[in-house]
């Protein structure tokens, strides 16, 4: 047994590539998600420049990009530069406003707010602390929901994993009681589960004491069950699919199921089960 490495890193790859719908309703941004975007964006030199996540949005009937910067420690001006880098390339390249978010584990006050870019560009970011969420008051909604045997849905269960995040000490214990909860959290997309499952794994990886705590910890979420769990559920959504798109019926049923598997799913099982362009699915009346 051994820890994930970078386990910050892999808990943003994963919330961002396969989470980014409920990242977006979870922190409350702007706009009617449309899509994941590649986190890689060319510099200009032969480089790519990595970022930490970006959607696309409708706004008021027109289209923007959200990117998110995740930042472990506090958010200084040379961090803000280079984000304020990535958002004039983005817009660059996509002929879109984008909106700058960056959250952090440090407290606000221990942030850079702002940054001059030039003697008259103000680059002003949307800047969420974990440090900022009452913990308690969160843990104390997930030991009722689940006393109460209630079914979870996806932004609930993705606070779940980050509560370990908001507390300054002792996040080895509060991590303990996350995972039972995790292992007791009643969600019927079991896709969405197992992409919370391996957050949670990332955040074992992190405060876990010992090698024995990661092991015992990944044993009470138990990721073999979740992935055999979401294999069926995303089995059986496909088979759906293709049962109902075997079916003779108008363009507007066939967008109307491509929507209902790309809700569930994502964009790319749309496309590939309806034979739908991403185009028809999000555009057509």
């Known amino acids: 047994m051994k820890r994930i490495d970078k386990p910050d890193d892999k808990f943003r790859k994963i919330s961002h590539s396969q989470l980014g ?130 079914w979870w849905n996806d932004v609930e269960g993705y606070d779940l994993v980050n509560i370990p995040k908001m507390f300054d000490d002792g996040n080895d214990m509060i991590l303990e009681e996350v995972c039972v909860l995790f292992s007791k959290m009643r969600m019927e997309n079991k896709y969405i589960k197992y992409a919370l499952g391996r957050c949670l794994r990332c955040m074992i990886s992190k405060y876990a004491i010992t090698l024995d705590d990661v092991a015992r910890l990944e044993g009470v979420i138990d990721m073999f069950k979740l992935k055999g769990d979401a294999d069926a559920y995303l089995e059986e959504i496909r088979e759906e699919g293709r049962v109902e798109g075997r079916v003779e019926g108008r363009v507007e049923e066939r967008v109307d199921l491509a929507r209902k598997i790309a809700e569930r799913l994502g964009m790319a099982e749309a496309v590939e089960i309806s034979g739908l362009s991403e185009d028809q699915i999000l555009n057509s009346p």
């Open 21 to 150: 719908k409920t990242v977006h309703k979870y922190f409350g941004l702007p706009g009617k998600f449309i899509g994941t975007l590649l986190n890689e964006i060319p510099d200009g030199e032969n480089k790519e420049k990595r970022t930490d996540g970006g959607y696309k949005v409708e706004l008021d009937g027109d289209e923007m990009i959200i990117l998110i910067e995740d930042e472990s420690s506090g958010v200084n001006k040379e961090e803000l530069l280079k984000i304020f880098g990535y958002s004039v390339t983005m817009r660059y390249l996509s002929s879109l406003p984008v909106f700058s978010v960056i959250t952090t584990t440090v407290p606000l006050e221990g942030c850079d707010q702002y940054v001059f870019s030039s003697p008259t560009n103000k680059f002003l970011p949307i800047i969420i602390s974990f440090n900022e969420f009452d913990g308690n008051q969160r843990l104390e909604k997930a030991r009722i929901k689940v006393r109460n045997n209630e």
